[in-house]
């Protein structure tokens, strides 16, 4: 056996590199969840993150959202003093703007699920703080910061179909000023947020983060990007969501239309349908939706023989359907009819089921989510979206912008049936047994023939 001698200064390289790398793992261990600067000339920094949600398939409109930092005092022994407040520095309003559309410049975008969702941080609200401007010296100063609906804007056309959602959260903000022992001048050496537990973002809601850190552009631990992770952790939440469709023209967000047709069809037959319409987790609360039968001439239909449904309610004479979000509900169509949703949001999930008949042959065709597809079933088997089986429309399926854009249209064909009413899928048998009737016939008249001339042989005898 041999044995490889390490040199002495390879083994204190060894050494000196593990300690390194400890001490390294030791400093991130101990690195907290706060800002921190080194020295007077570079001071902690600290930004504020707006998050602006929107559901999938939503025009976003954009946004202006003002930020007001108000003193609260100064902590001492973990006691807040108020009595010099007015010596406290202002820390200047912040102004984060979001641009419209799809991909803003200078803005993160995050689509996950049913919501995309645009990141943005303001700069460094401590930029304009130096030296000379920590009046009550070393300590701990506390700030509120608040978004401020009044000076924000949302634009909003349409009132009645666009809704904006302000966050009302409020933040504590802590800076610890020090001297810096080398130039003897005062710096934020540490800056942190808290959560204030009666005004909670959106963001928060359910958990106690504890102390947030506002570094911005984040700590970048991770690979991936994150909110939590690439930006201040003083988030901001707002919201938008519209509305499409209008009763009073009659166009509709969504609809389901049926037409009937093939060799031997029964134009008034109904077919059942089961539809659930979800709304986008961006929304709040649990919301309903409103949808009509139409004819073919887009009239609304009053069927008082209650062949549709049972009517949630009536405006007038005309009686519509309530559909609760995330709840299945089942209607009945005949051809030439559709279902129309009046006031359905953008970005909804929709299923659709058509119940199972035995003497159709199913078949449906989508206009949203992707470019046009058709898929056609068998007659006998249910059929409708989502599906998990061949031909596959899994989804998700989310209704995108635009009046009269989202549809589903279904049609049913008459299979095996002739125009005398004889479903040519049982022409073998009727034959087989049209030729058994045959046979026994001629069997019978030959028997009868038999005797008939034995008998008459018998008697000339």
Do not use: C
Request: charged share 20%; net charge negative.
């Amino acid at each position: 056996m041999t044995t490889k001698r390490i040199s002495t200064p390879k083994l204190f390289l060894s050494i000196a590199m593990v300690v390194v790398l400890s001490l390294s793992l030791l400093l991130t261990a101990l690195a907290g969840p706060w800002s921190e600067g080194t020295g007077s000339g570079n001071p902690a920094k600290a930004a504020l993150t707006k998050l602006f949600k929107t559901p999938v398939n939503t025009t976003n409109p954009g946004g202006s959202f003002r930020f007001v930092f108000t003193p609260l005092g100064m902590v001492e022994n973990d006691v807040l003093i108020t009595t010099n407040i007015a010596t406290m520095p202002p820390i200047p309003q912040q102004t984060i703007s979001i641009a419209a559309g799809a991909a803003p410049a200078d803005t993160t975008v995050f689509a996950v699920g049913d919501s995309i969702s645009y990141v943005k941080e303001s700069g460094d609200f401590l930029a304009t703080l130096g030296p000379a401007s920590w009046g009550n010296g070393e300590g701990i100063y506390r700030y509120r910061v608040e978004e401020v609906e009044a000076q924000s804007n949302i634009p909003i056309v349409n009132s009645l179909k666009e809704t904006a959602v302000y966050s009302q959260a409020w933040y504590e903000i802590e800076i610890w000023v020090v001297e810096d022992p080398v130039t003897k001048l005062l710096y934020a050496k540490y800056v942190y947020g808290k959560i204030v537990v009666t005004r909670v973002d959106e963001f928060y809601e359910g958990e106690d983060p504890g102390k947030l850190d506002p570094t911005p552009g984040g700590k970048n631990e991770h690979i991936t990007v994150t909110i939590e992770d690439d930006f201040s952790q003083i988030i901001f939440t707002n919201k938008y969501w519209k509305t499409d469709g209008d009763k009073e023209a009659k166009k509709t967000a969504l609809e389901v239309t049926k037409t009937i047709n093939g060799a031997g069809a029964v134009l008034t037959t109904y077919f059942n349908f089961t539809i659930t319409v979800t709304q986008s987790s961006v929304i709040k609360p649990q919301q309903s939706y409103m949808a009509y039968v139409l004819d073919s001439s887009n009239n609304i239909v009053t069927d008082a023989q209650g062949r549709n449904g049972t009517y949630d309610g009536y405006e007038g004479a005309n009686g519509y359907f309530t559909f609760v979000s995330g709840t299945p509900k089942t209607i009945s169509l005949t051809n030439g009819q559709r279902l129309g949703f009046v006031d359905l949001h953008v970005g909804s999930l929709v299923a659709v089921q058509e119940a199972a008949n035995n003497e159709y042959t199913p078949k449906y065709q989508r206009t949203f989510t992707t470019a046009q597809q058709e898929f056609t079933g068998v007659a006998g088997s249910p059929w409708g979206f989502p599906r998990n089986t061949e031909p596959l429309d899994v989804g998700p399926h989310y209704i995108e912008e635009g009046f009269n854009h989202n549809i589903v249209k279904y049609t049913n064909t008459r299979t095996g049936a002739t125009p005398t009413g004889l479903d040519v899928d049982d022409l073998p048998y009727v034959i087989l047994i049209s030729l058994a009737i045959v046979g026994l016939a001629g069997f019978v008249a030959y028997k009868a023939t038999f005797k008939a001339t034995r008998k008459r042989a018998h008697d000339g005898a």
